[in-house]
């Protein structure tokens, strides 16, 4: 019974083998690249839309990142840690603010606005 068990045992193994050897590619690799064939058609549709939105936006995007470029580079020089803000916030008037955390201290290395020297008015 045990020699029967083992020939048995001999036989699975040595199938994934023979399945390699006669094809190229074992039971594994096909199963991959069928689920990946599978995967790339179902997001197919998706990934096109996707496409056609930066063709749509793309322009608008080009043309807000070389006007509010500068203005983002100053504002992000002038913060250390953005985890210390809250997400920035509009107004009923238009004005968008970020509010800091209450539960944040002040850093000593961040521009206050009375330090500033544009002329800033702390509301």
Not at 20 to 44: C, H, N, P, T, Y
Not at 57 to 67: D, H, L, N, T, Y
């Amino acid at each position: 019974m045990k020699r029967l068990m083992l020939i048995g045992a001999a036989a699975l193994f040595a199938a994934p083998a023979a399945a390699q050897d006669e094809g190229g590619k074992s039971l594994m690799e096909q199963g991959a690249e069928l689920f990946f064939e599978g995967l790339r058609k179902e997001m197919e549709p998706a990934l096109e839309d996707l496409l056609g939105l930066a063709e749509q936006f793309g322009p608008a995007m080009q043309s807000f990142i070389e006007e509010m470029g500068p203005a983002l580079a100053e504002i992000g020089g002038k913060v250390k840690d953005w985890s210390a803000y809250e997400a920035p916030e509009m107004l009923p008037n238009g004005d968008i603010i970020i509010r800091r955390k209450p539960d944040v201290p002040d850093q000593p290395d961040e521009v206050t606005p009375e330090e500033d020297d544009e002329g800033a008015t702390d509301i």
